[in-house]
Nanobody
Framework: QVQLVESGGGLVQAGGSLRLSCAAS???????????MGWFRQAPGKEREFVAA???????VYADSVKGRFTISKDNAKNTACLEMNSLQPEDTAVYYC????WGLGSRSASVYGYWGQGTQVTVSS
């Protein structure tokens, strides 16, 4: 069973940076390099929304709200996906979730991802 564990969340002032990591384990028949990874977030009282995704071919896609500030990456040797977040704003406050697609898609749609982490809290103070 694939497990995803996020880390790196915390409290930061507006304009600051955080780096989220998502460690994958329990991979058996499909190596991490073949997975597509996505990051989503959910703020209190709001629906979960797409943040960024990276396909197995390393093509990336971002939500307009984070483009130019956030960078998604994969380290296949470490079975880890990362989300580098810069110029954070209070509206970025949310629980951030990573997700994995076993056939390599990097999609904006949450419904295509078969595996999800438990989330990590990011709080940006003004």
């Amino acid at each position: 069973q694939v497990q995803l564990v996020e880390s790196g969340g915390g409290l930061v002032q507006a304009g600051g940076s955080l780096r989220l990591s998502c460690a994958a384990s329990g991979l058996t028949f499909i190596t991490f390099s073949n997975y597509g990874m996505g990051w989503f977030r959910q703020a209190p009282g709001k629906e979960r929304e797409f943040v960024a995704a990276i396909s197995r071919s390393t093509s990336t896609v971002y939500a307009d709200s984070v483009k130019g500030r956030f960078t998604i990456s994969k380290d296949n040797a470490k079975n880890t996906a990362c989300l580098e977040m810069n110029s954070l704003q209070p509206e970025d406050t949310a629980v951030y979730y990573c997700a994995a697609h076993q056939w390599g898609l990097g999609s904006r749609s949450a419904s295509v991802y078969g595996y999800w982490g438990q989330g990590t809290q990011v709080t940006v103070s003004s």
